[in-house]
């Protein structure tokens, strides 16, 4: 689980695209609400999801960082690009 303290977007049982559409919203969102940290789960299972939403995030210069939890590798957190900074 998550730590509950920053937004997550739950991906699991989701396509490809619809995933990295939802990302694509969540970033918006949280880049509006200033949120500079969020987190994706997007499961282990086969690695599918979790290998297309770190090609998406790879080239999306909104996002300044990523890397996969430590303690849930089902989940990745981000560092956006908020205002400013």
């Known amino acids: 689980m998550p730590n509950s303290s920053i937004p997550s977007l739950d991906?699991?049982?989701?396509?490809?695209?619809?995933?990295?559409i939802l990302t694509d919203e969540f970033i918006n969102d949280n880049i509006t609400?200033?949120?500079?940290y969020v987190c994706i789960i997007h499961g282990l299972g086969e690695d599918?999801?979790?290998k297309?939403?770190?090609e998406y995030l790879k080239k999306d210069k909104r996002v300044e960082s990523y890397?996969?939890?430590?303690?849930?590798?089902?989940c990745?957190?981000?560092k956006?690009?908020?205002?400013d900074k």
Request: charged share 30%; aromatic share 8%.
């Open 48 to 50: 599918i999801l979790r």
């Open 76 to 78: 990745t957190i981000l």
């Open 33 to 36: 609400l200033k949120n500079e």
């Open 11 to 20: 991906l699991h049982g989701e396509y490809k695209d619809a995933a990295i």
């Open 67 to 74: 890397k996969r939890d430590f303690f849930n590798p089902g």
């Open 52 to 54: 297309a939403i770190h």
């Open 80 to 83: 956006l690009r908020i205002g």
